[in-house]
């Protein structure tokens, strides 16, 4: 059966690619190690269907105006029978002389995190492109685009109601290692967006203390109360909530071996420092970057800590015992 990857993932995973590389890639390079292909080439979709299908991506990302090259033999430029493509950086920048400050990037940021592709026109996507351009949320949605969390997760819209009104939520809230999601009470001050996932940062009302919680693990509905809150309480709170959740991820370093040329080595060689055994990639929570990593399969192998060795490892196993039950069932 194969991998269901949406076609606007297949294409950002392309951008990304193509970004990644000064002398370009070979459409076979492509073809074997972008995701959205690589998964089609492994469960045996013909080649030229996968040569076809990456000529009509090219030409969609060109539509809105990505500008891919197409770099021939050096010998021979009208040579392209072993054509590489790249998309020059200098063509996706800005111009130098545009600057931004701290609140117009944080602005930019979250509504290049909010836009849909389904929502805005040609020419504003590509106006969101060049904003990326510039490093404001760099890989994440593009990674991460982990494009796993957007704005239509269930809670955000009451979330964002309940900020814009100073009124109390309530969610259910399960966090990893438990097995049932806990009520929650919560004066939410701000949404943030980081590492391409969705936070709320607030007060917990039954500690009575500031807590951050992922949009992902909230089970159910977003409730908004009756309950208000002093709006003052909001002034500074998504830049207090981002340097939280940089100062955990200055806290936290992955050692990762990493396959060169593999779609893990384009993905998490954007945000990652070398090492001498590998590369070292700060995070925020270990059971996220769990399902990134197990989702690359052998393509990368955990060296430290050993907890997130083990819970890559886990998840390994599961995803080989749910192939073994579904093997014996048929």
Request: proline fraction near 6%.
């Amino acid at each position: 059966m194969v991998a269901r990857i949406p076609a606007e993932e297949r294409l950002t995973n392309l951008v990304v690619a193509l970004m990644a590389t000064e002398i370009g890639l070979t459409k076979q390079q492509i073809l074997d190690n972008v995701s959205g292909y690589r998964q089609r080439a492994d469960a045996g979709t013909r080649t030229d269907a996968l040569e076809k299908m990456f000529e009509r991506d090219k030409d969609e990302l060109r539509t809105l105006g990505v500008p891919i090259e197409t770099i021939g033999d050096p010998s021979d430029p009208n040579d392209l029978r072993e054509a590489r493509y790249r998309i020059p950086q200098a063509e996706y920048d800005l111009p130098a002389d545009i600057e931004f400050s701290p609140a117009e990037l944080a602005v930019l940021r979250l509504a290049g995190s909010v836009w849909s592709a389904e929502s805005v026109s040609a020419d504003a996507q590509s106006g969101v492109r060049k904003i990326r351009a510039l490093g404001i949320d760099g890989d994440e949605p593009i990674i991460g685009f982990a494009p796993r969390i957007t704005a239509r997760d269930p809670g955000f819209a009451p979330l964002q109601e309940a900020i814009e009104k100073s009124r109390v939520v309530v969610f259910d809230y399960l966090k990893p290692g438990e097995h049932a999601p806990r009520r929650r009470r919560i004066r939410p001050f701000a949404l943030v967006d980081y590492e391409a996932r969705w936070h709320v940062f607030g007060v917990d009302v039954d500690i009575d203390a500031e807590r951050m919680f992922l949009l992902s693990r909230i089970a159910g509905e977003v409730t908004v109360t009756a309950e208000g809150f002093d709006p003052e309480l909001r002034e500074g709170a998504g830049e207090r909530a981002l340097a939280g959740l940089e100062r955990v991820a200055a806290s936290n370093s992955a050692l990762l071996e990493v396959t060169p040329g593999t779609e893990a080595a384009l993905r998490l060689g954007r945000r990652a420092t070398a090492a001498p055994q590998g590369i070292h990639v700060p995070f925020v929570d270990l059971h996220i970057l769990a399902d990134e990593l197990a989702s690359y399969g052998p393509e990368v192998r955990v060296v430290s800590p050993e907890p997130l060795r083990q819970a890559v490892i886990e998840r390994l196993r599961a995803v080989v015992e749910a192939h073994r039950d579904r093997e014996e069932t048929r």
